[in-house]
C-alpha cells in the first residue's frame, strides 16, 4: 500500500515562514508529478504548486514569488518552503501524487492526510 505523509504544518504569525514535507512510501516505483493543494474553510481546494520529476514546476499565482516547491526524487519527497505568509494562506494543505506508479506497474492517485497551516495576523 502507498501512502503520502505531511508534515511541518503549524501556527505562524504574518510574515513568518513555514517549511511543509511530503514523504511517499510503500511500494513505489516512480512519481512523475507531486505537488500540493490546500484548502481553506469554506472554499474549494486549490492547486497551489506541483513539480515534475525533471524539475518543471507550476505555481498558483497566488503564491509565486512567496512559495518554492522542491523535491528529491531518490526519497520520493515533496517541500513546500512558504514565505512571507499572510492569514489569506491559512488552510489545510494537502500533498497529491496524480499517477503514481506502484511497483507491480500501476497507476494510482494518492492523497496526503492534510496537515494545518494557520496564518496570524
Known amino acids: 500500500q502507498v501512502q503520502l505523509v505531511e508534515s511541518g504544518g503549524g501556527l505562524v504569525q504574518a510574515g513568518g515562514s513555514l517549511r511543509l514535507s511530503c514523504a511517499a512510501s510503500?511500494?513505489?516505483?516512480?512519481?512523475?508529478?507531486m505537488g500540493w493543494y490546500r484548502q481553506a474553510p469554506g472554499k474549494q481546494r486549490e492547486l497551489v504548486a506541483a513539480?515534475?520529476?525533471?524539475?518543471?514546476?507550476n505555481y498558483a499565482d497566488s503564491v509565486k514569488g512567496r512559495f518554492t516547491i522542491s523535491r528529491a526524487n531518490a526519497k520520493n519527497t515533496v517541500y513546500l518552503q512558504m514565505n512571507s505568509l499572510i492569514p489569506e494562506d491559512t488552510a489545510v494543505y494537502y500533498c497529491?501524487?496524480?499517477?503514481?506508479?506502484?511497483?507491480?506497474?500501476?497507476?494510482?492517485?494518492?492523497w496526503g492526510q492534510g496537515t494545518l497551516v494557520t496564518v496570524s495576523s
Open positions: 513539480i515534475t520529476s525533471g524539475g518543471s514546476i
Open positions: 510503500g511500494s513505489i516505483f516512480g512519481i512523475n508529478v
Open positions: 497529491h501524487a496524480p499517477a503514481l506508479v506502484t511497483a507491480t506497474g500501476t497507476y494510482r492517485e494518492v
